[in-house]
């Protein structure tokens, strides 16, 4: 696989929010990658979402 400019900086680590497979490809690459397995609250749906924000304003 070819690296690009952006991957051969020194001392550089991608963050990778979502897929895992993005940060595999950047390590694949050389760099150093943090994967966070983050997902949206509620998973997305908006609805609950609002419930949820209604519930903090209570508490």
């Not at 979502?18 to 990658?33: C, Y």
């Amino acid at each position: 696989m070819e690296t690009t400019p952006l991957f051969e900086q020194e001392n550089m680590t991608v963050l990778n929010l979502g897929l895992e497979v993005f940060n595999d490809a950047v390590n694949m690459q050389g760099a150093t990658g943090v994967h966070i397995d983050w997902r949206p609250p509620a998973g997305g749906n908006l609805r609950l979402i609002e419930i949820i924000e209604r519930l903090k304003e209570l508490g």
